[in-house]
């Protein structure tokens, strides 16, 4: 998203897209994926450890500076945080499932050609 552009519930897209709808999905199927010893797996990015290197809570669309590649990061760290903190809440209570995350690699998306040049 080479242009700031907002879900329909107001989250910046990239947030709403990578995280908020896949930690709803998750919330509302975790109960079945427990009782068959299921798992949950995240697509993350390495792109979590660029951009801000932090989630920007102060402004979680980036409505005051808006730039891809730091909206991207920050939604991919926003995975790996939830990914993390599940599974330590699902080993803490004894769950019957596991969280597991993972890297695919990098993949040729607008993103990359839309963002070189504002990757810090």
């Known amino acids: 998203m080479p242009e700031q552009q907002l879900t ?3 989250f910046e897209s990239q947030l709403g897209v990578n995280h908020f709808g896949h930690f709803l ?3 509302l199927l975790f109960e ?3 009782q068959s ?3 949950v797996v995240v697509v993350g990015s390495n792109a979590y450890k660029m951009g801000l290197k932090r989630i920007k809570f102060e402004d979680l669309n ?3 500076s808006y730039t891809a ?3 991207y990061a920050q939604s991919k760290l926003a995975q ?3 990914a993390y903190e599940l599974q330590r809440r699902v080993e803490a209570d004894g769950k019957n499932a596991v969280v597991q995350v993972c890297h695919p690699g990098a993949s040729r998306t607008n993103l990359l050609n839309d ?3 504002q990757h810090v």
């Open 115 to 117: 963002t070189a040049s």
């Open 62 to 64: 980036f409505d005051e």
């Open 37 to 39: 010893g299921g798992r």
């Open 69 to 71: 590649w730091n909206s």
């Open 32 to 34: 079945r994926i427990e």
């Open 8 to 10: 329909v519930d107001g």
């Open 25 to 27: 999905l998750c919330g």
């Open 80 to 82: 790996m945080m939830f």
